[in-house]
């Protein structure tokens, strides 16, 4: 059916949209959620234009910018640090970008970047774990290339000055600072050359490792007999650190002021310390569930799954029921901070207070259900649901991208306002010291201030304000 322009009631409804758009005042949002929701929140939060519920996402805050097309993407820029990352499908793929380079990653398995050096020459890698590796800074001498397992090279990696291999694991040669150890069908043989140090093993029968002045390491049918030495430097009080044994019937830790022994390790044996360390005194009846200890600046009552509680300078934990209930006193650089945890992170409380000042702020969640936050300088949020912060807790990334889609109610309010959003804004309150606003989507729509005060259906259909009623959009 084809409708033309001269319709009466085609025309008569034009006439009204006409009227109601040059005649209404300009607004401070356009309100069709879930669907469309563009404008200025209320004084003190965050702008936000979104479409689609959680979907589609822009936010604009001091210094910062946010953008997404959930799942797909999703990018924030840092205008202060001059930072911003990106993400698709995160972990799928990411990008982060700083000033001078960049980094990005899929799945943390292939893994790019490119910087600039101190002199102002260009640096990349290229990383596909753990198959292949590329770094290039210009300079041979630190520069590599690898394929793993047939050949190649690694600098400054894997807790290694430098790493060769050639067919892994016929041949490795593994450098640190002052020695190097070159194996065979590693680990089974290994030799060990450097400076004042020497060694060979052939695993798991025997090894013996020495270095002048600082150890000397013996094994024999590895992991069940060992004998290690360790020279204590002098800026740590000197002497030799000694571990002894011969699993599982023995073991025997010494050192100055210090020694401990196990019988049926782990589960037996005692800690004694005395000066020049801090006295303490430990015995271990079923060791890690029956142990009790005390001494100048630690203590340990442990009687797990029961209770434990353990202390030491600026920490106390307790567990009760083990592994239910876990309680922590922590202080870290004038800040108490106290935390409950019930099965690990289902239910997790921080409470920070800062003595001498008025100021408390906390940190609540319980998964899968919700997420609370104070500051402790009046901003506050909530939001049910919560899946993913309490396991893996501040990812921003993982919060942009996919947090948005579970939020089905969100509470922020800050010292100046507060915002209620039910089902990604469809059921809207928001409120500051100047007004309050409440709307459903497009349906309804009320507004109370100082200079105004009415309703709304279907932005117009029927309303009222301080003049009086007023219905069809404007045209009554």
């Known amino acids: ?19 109601s758009l040059a005649a209404a005042p300009v607004a401070d949002k356009d309100h069709f959620a879930p669907f469309y929701t563009v404008g200025q929140p209320l004084d003190g939060l965050p702008e936000r234009d979104r479409q689609l519920g959680p979907f589609i996402e822009l936010a604009k805050m001091p210094g910062r910018n ?78 590599y290339d690898a394929i793993f397992p047939l050949a190649g090279t690694l600098r400054n990696r894997l807790f290694h000055k430098r790493i060769d291999w050639f067919m892994f694991p016929a041949f490795v040669r593994a450098e640190q600072p002052g020695r190097i150890d070159t194996s065979i069908l590693w680990p089974i043989f290994r030799h060990r050359r450097g400076e004042g140090e020497s060694g060979f093993a052939v695993w798991p029968l025997f090894g013996h490792f020495e270095g002048e002045g600082k150890y000397d390491n013996t094994y024999a049918l590895w992991p069940l007999l060992y004998d290690n030495r360790r ?15 011969a699993l599982p019937f023995y073991t025997k830790e010494t050192a100055p002021g210090m020694k401990s022994e196990s019988y049926l390790w782990p589960f037996f044996g005692y800690t004694k310390e005395e000066a020049p360390r801090k006295s303490y005194s430990e015995i271990r009846y079923l060791y890690p569930f029956w142990v009790r200890g005390s001494g100048e600046v630690k203590s340990v009552n442990r009687w797990l799954p029961f209770h434990a509680h353990e202390t ?72 049910l649901l919560n899946p993913f912060e309490p396991l893996i807790s501040g990812n921003e990334m993982i919060r942009q991208t996919w947090t948005p889609f579970f939020a089905i109610y969100r509470y922020e309010s800050t010292p100046q306002s507060a915002r209620h959003s039910v089902l990604w804004d469809l059921f809207l309150y928001e409120r500051d010291s100047q007004r309050k606003e409440f709307s459903i989507g497009p349906l309804f729509e009320s507004r109370r201030s100082d200079e105004e005060e009415g309703w709304t259906v279907l932005k117009g259909l029927v309303g009222r304000d301080k003049e009086g009623w007023n219905a069809l959009w404007g045209l009554f």
């Open 312 to 383: 030491r300078p600026g920490y106390a934990k307790t567990w009760y029921a083990w592994p239910l209930l876990k309680l922590e006193e922590s202080r870290v650089e004038a800040m108490d901070i106290h935390k409950e945890t019930f099965l690990y992170f289902l239910y997790k409380n921080e409470v920070q207070t800062a003595p001498g000042r008025d100021f408390k702020a906390r940190k609540t969640q319980l998964w899968p259900l919700f997420g609370y936050s104070d500051d402790g300088e009046g901003s506050r949020q909530f939001m």
């Open 1 to 19: 059916m084809r409708f033309h322009p001269k319709t009466p009631c085609l025309a008569l409804l034009i006439a009204c949209a006409a009227h």
């Open 231 to 245: 020279t204590i430097p002098e800026s740590k009080g000197g002497g030799e650190y000694r571990s002894a044994g």
């Open 66 to 143: 946010e953008q997404a097309l959930r799942p797909f993407y999703a990018a924030a820029q840092d205008e202060n640090t001059a930072t911003s990352w990106k993400a698709s499908m995160y972990p799928l793929f990411s990008i982060r970008e700083y000033p001078g380079g960049h980094r990005w990653n899929v799945l943390e398995l292939l893994v790019g970047a490119k910087a600039e050096s101190s002199s102002g020459e260009p640096i990349t890698s290229l990383e596909l774990w753990p198959l292949f590796w590329h770094y290039d800074t210009g300079v041979p001498e630190e520069s």
